[in-house]
């Protein structure tokens, strides 16, 4: 059985809906249509929190000092330029 509600104590204001299928809680943002699932409702609403963060676009790109740590010349990064395949538009 799914029950929707909106909840002040979360990060988002949305309404989401939460169900159990076998050992899971899935729940999803109304909103976004974001799914995400867990194997408690706390790591389920945690899952959903972080997908719907990252479906608004959360976060600033990363600086050219954080991609030479990881081993990336910001010079030579250059897919940043190219429009995304046609399946993600």
Do not use: C, K, Y
Not at 36 to 49: C, F, P, V, W
Not at 51 to 63: K, N, S
């Amino acid at each position: 059985m799914a029950s929707s509600t909106r909840d002040s104590n979360l990060d988002h204001d949305d309404e989401i809906r939460m169900w159990r299928e076998d050992d899971w809680w899935v729940i999803t943002d109304v909103e976004t249509g974001v799914t995400t699932q867990g194997e408690t409702r706390e790591a389920a609403l945690d899952n959903l929190d972080e997908a719907v963060a990252l479906h608004r676009g959360a976060g600033d790109p990363p600086t050219d000092e954080q991609l030479r740590e990881v081993g990336i010349d910001p010079a030579d990064n250059t897919t940043g330029d190219e429009e995304p395949p046609e399946f993600m538009q």
